[in-house]
């Protein structure tokens, strides 16, 4: 199966930045459209981000539109989620994902990371 690790996040003050990282292993990476989710306690997963296989599209929610920057460099086999302006509301586990298509929708994607945290306090 694809392997995808995620790795950058951490606790931040509200307006500062980080740069979550989700590296690929054992399959062709530009195969794959990927995605950003995130999960905070007692909610569901919600969508964030997604970026298509060559990342010349991608998708934001709401919510992180203007703040939040996807991207991939297909030859290094990792996507990247900038997060400037971060929020408190922001906090919450971010998870990597991938599928055969750029969409919104969870179970659209197969294959996911373990999370990696990300806390904004005020």
């Known amino acids: 199966q694809v392997q995808l690790v995620e790795s950058g996040g951490g606790l931040v003050q509200a307006g500062g930045s980080l740069r979550l990282s989700c590296a690929h292993s054992?399959?062709?990476?530009?195969?794959?459209?990927m995605g950003w989710f995130r999960q905070a306690p007692g909610k569901e997963r919600e969508f964030v981000a997604a970026?298509?296989?060559?990342?010349?599209?991608?998708y934001y929610a709401d919510s992180v539109k203007g703040r939040f920057t996807i991207s991939r460099d297909n030859a290094k086999n990792t996507v990247y989620l900038q997060m400037n302006s971060l929020k408190p509301e922001d906090t919450a586990v971010y998870y990597c994902a991938a599928g055969l298509s750029t969409t919104s929708t969870m179970t659209s994607y197969p294959y996911w990371g373990q999370g990696t945290q990300v806390t904004v306090s005020s």
């Open positions: 970026i298509s296989r060559t990342g010349s599209s991608t």
């Open positions: 054992g399959r062709v990476f530009i195969s794959y459209a």
